[in-house]
């Protein structure tokens, strides 16, 4: 019985005390945020469209048609870096046009 109470009571003091509730962020952070995310996500599908691309150019085996669709897909790529790279540029501009 006191091995019982004494496990209990080392239970009772190891629980961890609540963590206070996160404070909200300002207006400039959550762009920030969302700034990252849309810049991941555009890399992430880009990155998809050179695979996609260099994948066909290798099967395309001499077909024009296949080699065409491979050169779209790297031009797409190549927007979508560019886009992702350009992304916070664009919403800096944007911010000012709205005046924030």
């Known amino acids: 019985m006191h091995v019982t109470l004494s496990v209990l009571s080392d239970l009772a003091a190891a629980t961890p005390t609540p963590t206070p509730a996160p404070t909200p962020k300002n207006i400039n952070d959550v762009i920030s945020s969302i ?55 664009i919403l800096q501009v944007l911010q000012g046009i709205i005046g924030g």
Do not use: C, H
């Open 35 to 89: 700034t990252a995310w849309i810049m991941g996500l555009i890399a992430l599908v880009a990155t998809m469209f050179l695979v996609i691309g260099g994948l066909r150019y290798m099967a395309a085996g001499g077909d024009p048609a296949q080699v065409e669709q491979a050169k779209g897909n790297f031009k797409s790529a190549l927007i979508g870096y560019a886009l992702a790279v350009l992304s916070p540029v």
